[in-house]
């Protein structure tokens, strides 16, 4: 069975910092691109950042400069860097994987249960 895995929310102050890290586990045949969403409050779940398994990066203009996604194909892991947090980033924080499972060898994303970022002071 997949899982993904997210850890590294928590609290943090304005100008602070977080890395975010999310492990897919289970029998894995090949993991495409990799990404990281965020739901705030009230608000639709929306794109902060994506990688694909060459390792191009795009990412949505309210955290470039800011944020950093980068992953470790041996780990099956991607991590999200974040910088410069502001109040407006409190979000609960969702991994996924376009992959591959042995099992079916039916390709689909697989999404984690999310963590929690919260920047207040």
């Known amino acids: 069975q997949v899982q993904l895995v997210e850890s590294g929310g928590g609290l943090v102050q304005p100008g602070g910092s977080l890395r975010l890290s999310c492990a897919a586990s289970g029998r894995i045949f090949s993991i495409y691109a990799m990404g990281w969403y965020r739901q705030a409050p009230g608000k639709q779940r929306e794109l902060v950042a994506a990688?694909?398994?060459?390792?191009?990066?795009n990412s949505a203009d309210s955290v470039k400069g800011r944020f950093t996604i980068s992953r470790d194909n041996a780990k099956n892991t991607v991590y999200l860097q974040m910088n410069s947090l502001t109040p407006e980033d409190t979000a609960v924080y969702y991994c996924?994987?376009?992959?591959?499972?042995?099992?079916?060898?039916?390709?689909?994303?697989?999404w984690g249960q999310g963590t929690q970022v919260t920047v207040s002071s």
């Open positions: 990688i694909t398994s060459g390792g191009s990066t």
């Open positions: 996924n994987a376009d992959l591959r499972p042995i099992a079916t060898m039916s390709r689909r994303v697989y």
